[in-house]
Structure formats: C-alpha cells, structure tokens
C-alpha cells in the first residue's frame, strides 16, 4: 500500500510516474532535505523503498568509485 501512496504523491507533483524506485528515493531525499517531510517520515520511506532494491543517487555515485 506504502508504495502506491508513494507513487501517487510523486505524480501529483511532478505530473508523470517515477520510471523506478530509485527515482521515488530521489524525490524524497530532496523532500526531505526541503523541511518538506520530517525524519520520522523520511525513515519509514528511506527502509521501504530500499528493501524494494532503490538506491539514491548519491549511493550510486559511491558505488561507481568504488569500480
């Protein structure tokens, strides 16, 4: 159910679906890091959208130094 919400709160903003859980990460990172959500609740979607295979964009920037 987490994810749809997810999904929907990203469309009515951005008007288009998140193309991957990476994408949906991202958008709340930066909702986040605007006082736009606060850490409770960035938690909760941090650990969902990870255990659904997301990595930010900033993890793949370390993982790609790391090769």
């Known amino acids: 159910m987490l994810i749809h919400e ?3 709160a990203f469309a009515s903003e ?3 679906t998140p193309d991957s859980v990476d994408q949906l990460l ?3 990172q930066n ?8 850490i409770k ?3 909760r979607i941090f650990e ?7 990595i ?3 993890e793949y920037k370390q993982l790609e130094k790391s090769i």
């Open 6 to 8: 997810l999904v929907h």
């Open 14 to 16: 951005r008007n288009y």
């Open 26 to 28: 991202d958008f709340y």
């Open 31 to 38: 909702k986040y890091i605007a006082q736009e959500i606060d």
């Open 41 to 43: 609740n960035y938690r």
């Open 48 to 54: 969902y959208l990870h255990k659904q295979g997301a």
């Open 56 to 58: 930010s964009a900033f």
